[in-house]
Nanobody, 124 residues
Framework: QVQLVESGGGLVQAGGSLRLSCVAS????????MGWFRQAPGKERTFVAA????????YYADSVKGRFTISRDNAKNTVYLQMNSLKPEDTAVYYC?????????????????WGQGTQVTVSS
C-alpha cells in the first residue's frame, strides 16, 4: 500500500503560481512512476503530468506544457507540481497518483494509488 497526501493548493490570481506537493508513505516511493491529474467541477478527471521513478522522464498534457513542471525528490518521498502562468481554466481539484509500471501513462486506469486531492482556484 502507498498513502499519498497532497498539499499546496489555494486561491491565486490569473498569471500567478502555485507549487503542489504530494508526500508518499508506505511502500518504496522510488519504485513508482507518479502522476498528477485534475478534476474541474462537473467534468471528468484528466491527466496533467507524469514523471518516471528516477525523474529522468516526464510527460505533460498539451494544456499545461510550458507552464507546469513535475519533479520529484525520492529522498523526501515527495513529488511536486510547479504551476506557473495559471489560468482560470486550471481551476480544479488536483490529485497525485502512483503507478508501478515502467511506461509513463496518461490514463488514470494505470494508477494504483491516489491521494485525496487539493483544491486550486484561479481567479480572473
Amino acid at each position: 500500500q502507498v498513502q499519498l497526501v497532497e498539499s499546496g493548493g489555494g486561491l491565486v490570481q490569473a498569471g500567478g503560481s502555485l507549487r503542489l506537493s504530494c508526500v508518499a508513505s508506505g511502500r518504496t516511493f522510488s519504485s513508482y512512476a507518479m502522476g498528477w491529474f485534475r478534476q474541474a467541477p462537473g467534468k471528468e478527471r484528466t491527466f496533467v503530468a507524469a514523471i518516471s521513478w528516477s525523474g529522468s522522464s516526464t510527460y505533460y498534457a498539451d494544456s499545461v506544457k510550458g507552464r507546469f513542471t513535475i519533479s520529484r525528490d525520492n529522498a523526501k518521498n515527495t513529488v511536486y507540481l510547479q504551476m506557473n502562468s495559471l489560468k482560470p481554466e486550471d481551476t480544479a481539484v488536483y490529485y497525485c497518483a502512483a503507478d508501478d509500471g515502467i511506461v509513463l501513462q496518461a490514463h488514470e486506469s494505470y494508477y494504483d494509488y491516489w491521494g485525496q486531492g487539493t483544491q486550486v482556484t484561479v481567479s480572473s
